[in-house]
């Protein structure tokens, strides 16, 4: 029997005391990762699936950041907690891309600093938290979701998400090539697709400084 991406345990009435102690024992490096929204604790173990698409989405990123010439902080699965909102999160994927320059150096603080410009989250099975809520409570001005087949892109509006067809962003790019470069990398291996990947942005990016 195939393993599921994901093995999910949802906990009640979990005290804000109790999250922070349960992070400190658990260490950096822990194969769970928890989620916090008022009083529900969720426990998520990424099994190979997950993993697999979040680093692929990882790596997406990271080559579009670096063939537009900008540069970038990432913090990948780092705790993001805010105790004034009882809501905490540890992102797949977490990134300063326009406010890198805010935090460059930095051990990040959602107190002082400003949130993450974008966040991802891979969530091919259910989850009990409602994560568009909790990331635009935190703040997070853009949010990709990958449900195993579909990349749902976010952009904070007034305080909620709005799905948008095009990352705010990279907006002059598509979301198929997205879906291309996954398939790409199933079909003909992840650096063959990665190197293809590379050369597509420089040719649109080309176009669009002529």
Request: proline share 4%; aromatic share 10%; net charge negative.
């Amino acid at each position: 029997m195939a393993l599921p991406p994901e093995q999910r345990l949802t906990l009640s009435d979990v005290s804000w005391d109790t999250y922070e102690k349960l992070l400190e024992a658990f260490g950096e490096h822990r194969a769970a990762r928890l989620t916090y929204d008022l009083g529900v604790l969720e426990f998520m173990v990424p099994l190979e699936e997950h993993e697999n698409k979040s680093d692929l989405i990882g790596v997406f990123i990271r080559t579009l950041v670096e063939e537009s010439g900008w540069n970038i902080k990432s913090l990948a699965s780092t705790t993001l907690k805010r105790e004034d909102l009882k809501k905490g999160a540890e992102p797949d994927k977490c990134y300063y891309i326009q406010n890198e320059m805010l935090v460059r150096g930095r051990t990040i603080d959602l107190n002082r600093d400003p949130p993450p410009d974008l966040v991802v989250e891979v969530d091919i099975t259910h989850t009990d938290i409602d994560k568009n809520a909790l990331y635009a409570q935190l703040g997070i001005p853009e949010f990709w979701r990958y449900d195993g087949a579909v990349l749902r892109i976010y952009q904070l509006a007034t305080g909620e998400y709005q799905e948008v067809s095009a990352s705010p962003t990279f907006n002059w790019l598509e979301k198929e090539t997205f879906y291309q470069f996954l398939a790409q990398c199933r079909d003909r291996g992840e650096a063959n697709a990665n190197r293809q990947l590379r050369s597509f942005v420089q040719a649109q990016l080309a176009k669009l400084s002529e």
